[in-house]
């Protein structure tokens, strides 16, 4: 099957990839070639945020000597998702990796038509589209998910106990993307839980499409603007690009600033002197175990992991602002944290919106 179409595909492969192909690359073909690609979502591939985090993950496979190639493509146009996909498996790709809730569907159509291939999605909990019974799950397909509603908890906790207003803000995404909103949600009831009585200002961009939710950096800076302008001191941006210029905008006009994903302290360098936290999936370090645990069972080791696989959250250090945080908000931040992580304490915020 590997050898399918493999000319043709690898033609195809050379045009659509980054300038940074070489003529060095491998022929993905050969079993011992062990080649690993990336179809990111509509985000670019450095947008500091959630494509970025997966596409280091994949280096980071690569560098422990478990990947031998990495590539990835940039999807510019949502209904290029299986075409996207079908170019890396039809070069003879052992692993594909799909980043975000949109591929989902693609992604398990593909797995089903490729079954020597493994596929990870990330943020493509594995509900659909038949059921949660495992029996039902793709031996070579598994998704990487995380508690977002934990990450958003404690961030939103931090921000209640570092705000002097009494009104904080959250930038996200469309709420029709489930991690989001739990972001999102998250946040508040984290900031509630330590403050009943806080204004939590949580404002999705759902009014646009999926082509646009995650990539409109001056819409995340307006509506940012907008909540400073109401009095918040602490901002929280969810959602790619777009959640980074509201974290911008929150630097730029001295308060303080929230990021998503990975430790965006060192991702928005603009940002760094008003960073917080960040409300941290541990992305890299998933796909690059979930990389290696794929080559392990091609070569005959333990089965994959199929259906849903639970990666971590939490919260990034203070950085700058370290001596900022007061000694009883990093005591009750952490305590917070031990209190999730053990399930003593719940967020309350469901899987999906109701």
Known sequence: MKKLYAVVAILVLAAMLIPACTPTAPD???????????????????????????????????????????????TTDAKDYDKNIQTFADAGYDVIVTVGF?????????????????????????????????????????????????AGFLVGALAAMMSDTGTIGAVCGTDAVPPVWRFGEGYRAGATYINPDINVLVVYHSDVGFDKTFTDPE????????????????????????????????????????????????TLPEAASMMLSSAMKLITPGVAELISLARDAQNGGAAFPAGNYNGQAGYAPYHDLEDMVPQDVKDRMEEINAMLLSGELQTGVPPVKP
Request: charged share 20%; proline share 3%; aromatic share 14%.
């Open 28 to 74: 993905c073909t050969l079993p011992e070639v062990f080649c690993v690609g990336m179809v990111t979502d509509v985000g670019k591939i450095d947008d500091k945020s959630f494509n970025q985090s997966a596409w280091e993950g994949l280096q980071a496979a690569r560098e422990a000597g478990v990947a031998d190639w990495v590539q990835y493509i940039e």
């Open 102 to 150: 949109a591929l989902g569907e693609a992604t398990y159509a593909a797995a089903a038509a490729y079954p020597e291939i493994y596929f990870i999605g990330i943020d493509q909990f594995q509900e659909w589209p038949y059921d949660d019974d495992p029996s039902n799950d793709l031996a070579n397909f598994t998704s990487l998910n995380f508690p977002e509603d934990q």
């Open 219 to 266: 819409w995340g800076a307006a509506t940012a603007g907008s909540m400073i302008d109401q009095g918040a001191d602490v901002i929280f941006g969810a959602g790619g690009k777009t959640g980074n210029g509201a974290v911008i905008e929150a630097a730029a006009r001295g308060v303080y600033a929230i990021g998503v994903d990975t430790d965006q302290y060192y």
